[in-house]
């Protein structure tokens, strides 16, 4: 019996050690090693690397490092460094196991990526799973009808539909000379409504830049120190709704916002080395995107966006604000097809259409111009999947957000939490 009773302690004993990691090891190697890591794939793939604001050194050996490996040594390394990430997820403190599944569902992301670079052919969905961290769910384009049917009875005018809208809209296009003063306004009021809530630090500031020649219509370039440029593509007229949106979304409570909670209370309190790097293709990204879109709604609830916008913006860009309650009315009604992307996104990545064929399925279920939608498809072209960080990324946080209830101040309460926490799309309580 006594040699029963020692035998099954042994084997518990080395079932133990085999879970726990390696005493040797932490998660602030770990860390290090993640952020050379996705420096050195940076330095294979142009823009895999949105924000990076940490040592210099680890910049340096990843430009030494990069010409010395290939794709599938990369490769190899990134399954290593998971499995070691992974030994960690069940110890420690909660935030300490945050940290590491955080560390694993980058580094899955950063698998994935890999494998497309190799040249793997992935489905939409599986594309957008394992870089996000989240599954899509693609409607048929046939489900949008009724949504447009409903739009068709609500713009004035005659002939097709995206016509009709692109004339009305047009109606409401800010003077370029008129932009600067109005971005001004309106991103002062995004900070002012964000500062009532979130306090950030003192030194945070930005720099806002008008640009042309991009596939987006806005970008928020992190520089570390609670420090950002803001770019603004003009290719094509901006509206005036546009001003609000992006002030909140590429500002406060945006992606400003983020990164400069991220950098001070994870990168400078914590010294979580991991967080000063951002890939963009990661489940970071839908946070981001899906934390600046709902932002927008927290920060400008029911009707205070069109009412700041009459009261304020309208002066400032000298257009009549008679019909400012109807287009934003078009605006809310339009927000319905979001969904329609992904499903033309999903057939022009797997080959099913061509850019031209994309094109009209944009102007059909987008009811923009044709010039905003080939735009949408050079964005589609040169970020793929990335589209589903807007749409569900947005109804995620927002389902997660107001999961709290209808009390404002809790609201932004969790919102803040969301922001400065290693928040993973599997966190939310709106996950899919």
Known sequence: MRRLILAALLLCVCACNEAAPPATDNLDAIARDYVQLSLTIGEKEEGYIDAYYGPEELQAKAKADAPKLNLEQLSERTQQLRTRAAAFEDAGDAMAQRRARFLVAQLTSA??????MRGEKLSFEDE????????????????????????????????????????????????????????????????RRTLEHIKLPPNERFDLKFVTGKSWSGYNYYQGNAHSRIEINTDLPIRISRAVDLGCHEGYPGHHVL????????????????????PLYSPQSLIAEGSANY????????????????RVLYPLT????????????????????????FTIAKQLLEGTIDDSQAVRLIQRYQLVSEERAKQSVEFTKQYRSYVINYGLGQDMVRADVEAVGSDPTARWRRMEALLSEPTLPSDLKGRR
């Open 128 to 191: 957008a799973e394992g870089l996000f961290g989240v599954r899509p769910d693609v409607q048929p384009l046939a489900s949008f009808d009724p949504v447009i049917a409903r739009i068709e009875g609500v713009v004035p005018g005659t002939g097709p539909l995206p016509e009709r809208i692109e004339k009305f809209s047009n109606r409401f296009n800010i003077r370029k000379e008129r932009l600067k003063p109005v971005f001004d306004a309106a991103i002062a009021e995004c900070k």
């Open 295 to 310: 932002g927008i709604d927290l920060a400008f609830p029911g009707n205070e966006q069109i009412e700041f916008e009459k």
């Open 259 to 278: 990164n400069a909670l991220l950098e001070q209370r994870l990168v400078r309190e914590r010294g979580w080395v991991e967080l000063s790097v951002y």
């Open 318 to 341: 000298g257009l009549p604000a008679e019909e400012a309650e109807s287009y934003a009315r078009l605006q809310q009604a339009l927000e319905q097809l979001s969904g329609a992307r």
């Open 111 to 116: 698998a994935t990526r890999l494998r497309m």
